[in-house]
Structure formats: C-alpha cells, structure tokens
Nanobody, 118 residues
Framework: VQLQASGGGLVQAGGSLTLSCAAS????????MGWFRQAPGKERESVAR????????YYADSVKGRFTISRDNAKNTVYLQMNSLKPEDTAVYYC????????????WGQGTLVTVSS
C-alpha cells in the first residue's frame, strides 16, 4: 500500500488543522492505520491509531481530547482532526499502515509538516 499525507501547514496556537492520508490498494480497509509525529531533535512518537473497522482507537496522552482519528474506507483515506493546537504539537506528521497479522507499521507516507506558532 502507498500512502500520501497532506494537510499540514502553519497555524496559530489554539487553531485547528485536519490531516489526510490517502492510500492506494484494494485492501486498505483491512489495514490498521496510525498517525505518528517527529519533532526536531526528538524521537518519533505515536499520536493516534485506528482499527480497520474504525471502532477502536488509541490516542497518546498528549493529544487526548484534542485530536480525533477517523477513516473512510470507501475513500481509502484516514484523517487526523487536530484542535486546540499547541506549539509543542509542531512536528512532521506521518501516516502509517499495518497489515493484518503484522506487528509493525511497515508502510509509511512521506510526512507533512505542522507548525504551531505561539
């Protein structure tokens, strides 16, 4: 599966952005999807994950209550709605896919930069 992330940009603190990740491949609906981010000088961290049905989600404590992950399997797209953004949310955001039965996220998009100004 190939992934294409988009939607990043510059936003003021307190603002909102929605990231999108378009996937190719007929089996997208069976993949677990996740959003990760990497800030300058920091390790990559998991932000949010969603099951293939969309009924199970995970959020990092740092974004819980502010970010929402969702997916539209008919459009082969996963979204990350980000509200109440903070300067510490500044990072390159990556979407990733994990095939059924696999342990790791093996498929990665190219990343989209989110910059939150104070």
């Amino acid at each position: 599966v190939q992934l294409q992330a988009s939607g990043g940009g510059l936003v003021q603190a307190g603002g909102s952005l929605t990231l999108s990740c378009a996937a190719s491949g007929r089996t997208f609906s069976r993949y677990f999807m996740g959003w990760f981010r990497q800030a300058p000088g920091k390790e990559r961290e998991s932000v949010a994950r969603i099951s293939w049905t969309g009924d199970s989600t995970y959020y990092a404590d740092s974004v819980k209550g502010r970010f929402t992950i969702s997916r539209d399997n008919a459009k082969n797209t996963v979204y990350l709605q980000m509200n109440s953004l903070k300067p510490e949310d500044t990072a390159v955001y990556y979407c990733a896919a994990k095939a059924p039965g696999e342990y790791e996220y093996k498929y990665w998009g190219q990343g989209t930069l989110v910059t939150v100004s104070s």
